[in-house]
């Protein structure tokens, strides 16, 4: 039985330069996570940002219901005594 291509042991030649596709692979592989890891951090950054203006807003509309009710409370009309 005669060996075929399919079955033979690659050739050094071989060997590198599947070894050599693998790194380039590798490395782009890498280069796209770096860009994405940071993609990911700036929309973290951003959406942080986000959520700390909201407390604020939130915070500042509370203090502002607190205000137009003392505003109705001081501006309700006083009962009369009886006379």
């Known amino acids: 039985m005669s060996e ?9 030649t071989q060997l590198v330069r599947r070894i050599y596709r ?3 692979r590798n490395e782009k592989l890498i280069l796209e996570l770096k860009a ?4 990911l951090t700036t929309r973290a950054e ?3 940002a986000i959520a700390a203006h909201c407390r604020r807003l939130l915070a500042e509309k509370a203090t502002m219901l607190k205000v137009i009710e003392a505003n109705r409370f001081m ?5 009369r005594r009886p006379a």
Do not use: D, F, M, W
């Open 46 to 48: 951003i959406s942080a």
């Open 36 to 39: 994405e890891v940071s993609r």
């Open 22 to 24: 693998r790194q380039l």
């Open 4 to 12: 075929t291509n399919r079955h033979r042991k690659p050739t050094g």
């Open 75 to 79: 501006s309700a009309a006083l009962p």
